[in-house]
Structure formats: structure tokens, C-alpha cells
């Protein structure tokens, strides 16, 4: 069955320090893999993909098939990274998207 | 620059009420989601629909009907509300060259 799965409800850190919302999921087949992100009181929006392997915010993800992981990390936190992130995955057709449940990232000054 | 609406921020219904959630797009996309996003749960994906007229169910339909007579918008009916249907209401549209989805504001929806 495919499925996303985040086992971390909430992840608190403190300004600078390093971040990593794990992301792990079941796909057979070629996944493609997304970060959404939602800021307080803001529509959720993407992040970043797989298949453009960008930096965005300093953000990055590195698709790893052998752990089916897709982790985001950061190497340095910032306050305004304090938001809601939902690791999500292609989910066949119409472009359908299956989210996990969601990482609540806090970061404390 | 792509706008998702949604016709409420907040609503507040009695149980049995028929609901009404509307959501519009201005981009020409031929795809349309309803999500209901729950603390702990994630997004999950009540409908979907990929043409005007056509629809899909999702994981949770249950208890919910949906609506697209135009392409710009996707209707969610709530047909005898329930205080389990407490949630915030997520629509969501895509084109069909990516899988990139852009989302609306929500709707709080609050059943007593």
C-alpha cells in the first residue's frame, strides 16, 4: 500500500541548531516525493520536490530509495522555519497526493 | 499568480444542517481536491475531481457529496452534518503538467 509515514509529531529546536523532519515512505514504483509547508495563519504551500533536487530557505531533501526516506534538513534553524510540514507522495493518477501526518517544527530563539 | 478561494473562513452548523463548502480556482486547472486536515492525521482526501462532472472518491467520503458544474469550481456537501465532521476543510487544485498542488485558505467548519 503506498503510504507516507512521519513518526514525529513535533520536533522542538533551538535557533541554529541543525534540523531534520524524517520522512519515510511505500511506494512501488518510481516515487515522487514533496515537502508542503504551512505558516501560521498561511495556506499550506510547497516546499520543494525531489526531481528539482533545489535548496529552498536553506531547506533541502535527498530521495533515498534504499531507507525509502526522504528527510528534510536544515543546517541551521531559524525562528520564521517554525511551521507545519507534511511530507507527501505521488499517488497515481489525476495527480493525486497522499500527505503524511504532519511534523510541527518549533524553533526557539 | 495562482488563487485558491474558499467561500468561508469559519462556519459554525448544527447537527443535520446540510453544508455547503465552496471553493474556486482562476487558473484553468482540471484538477480539484477536498481534504479534511485533522490535528494527528495529517491531510486526507475526501474527493477529487479531474474534469467538470467527473468526480472521485477519496479515502474518506463517507458522510460527503461534491460538486463541479464549472471547471473554475468544486463544491463540498456536507448533505446531514455531524458533530465528527468538525474540521478544517482544505481545497486544493492542480493542471495536469505537474503534481504540484496549490491550496486554499481552509474552512474551519465547527458542527454542535
Known amino acids: 500500500a503506498q503510504r507516507v509515514t512521519q513518526p514525529e509529531k513535533l520536533l522542538s529546536v533551538f535557533k541554529g541548531a541543525p534540523v531534520e523532519l524524517k520522512c519515510n515512505y511505500s511506494y512501488s514504483g518510481s516515487p515522487e516525493l514533496f515537502w508542503y509547508v504551512q505558516y501560521s495563519r498561511q495556506r499550506l504551500q510547497l516546499l520543494l520536490r525531489h526531481i528539482s533536487r533545489e535548496s529552498i530557505k536553506g531547506f533541502t531533501a535527498d530521495l533515498n530509495k534504499g531507507e525509502t526516506s526522504f528527510h528534510l534538513k536544515k543546517p541551521f534553524a531559524q525562528e520564521e522555519d517554525s511551521a507545519m510540514y507534511y511530507c507527501?507522495?505521488?499517488?497515481?493518477?489525476?495527480?493525486?497526493?497522499?500527505f503524511g501526518a504532519g511534523t510541527r517544527l518549533a524553533v526557539h530563539p | 499568480d495562482v488563487k485558491v478561494t474558499q467561500s468561508s473562513r469559519y462556519l459554525v452548523k448544527r447537527t443535520g444542517e446540510k453544508v455547503f463548502l465552496e471553493c474556486v480556482q482562476d487558473?484553468?486547472?482540471?484538477?480539484m481536491f477536498w481534504y479534511r486536515q485533522d490535528p494527528g492525521l495529517g491531510l486526507r482526501l475526501i474527493y477529487f475531481s479531474y474534469d467538470v462532472k467527473m468526480k472521485e472518491k477519496g479515502d474518506i467520503p463517507e458522510g460527503y457529496s461534491v460538486s463541479r458544474e464549472k471547471k473554475e469550481r468544486f463544491s463540498l456537501i456536507l448533505e446531514s452534518a455531524s458533530t465528527n465532521q468538525t474540521s478544517m476543510y482544505l481545497c486544493a487544485s492542480s493542471g495536469t503538467a505537474t503534481y504540484e498542488q496549490y491550496f486554499g485558505p481552509g474552512t474551519r467548519l465547527t458542527v454542535t
Open positions: 487558473m484553468d486547472h482540471e484538477n
Open positions: 507527501a507522495l505521488k499517488g497515481g493518477g489525476y495527480n493525486k497526493l497522499i
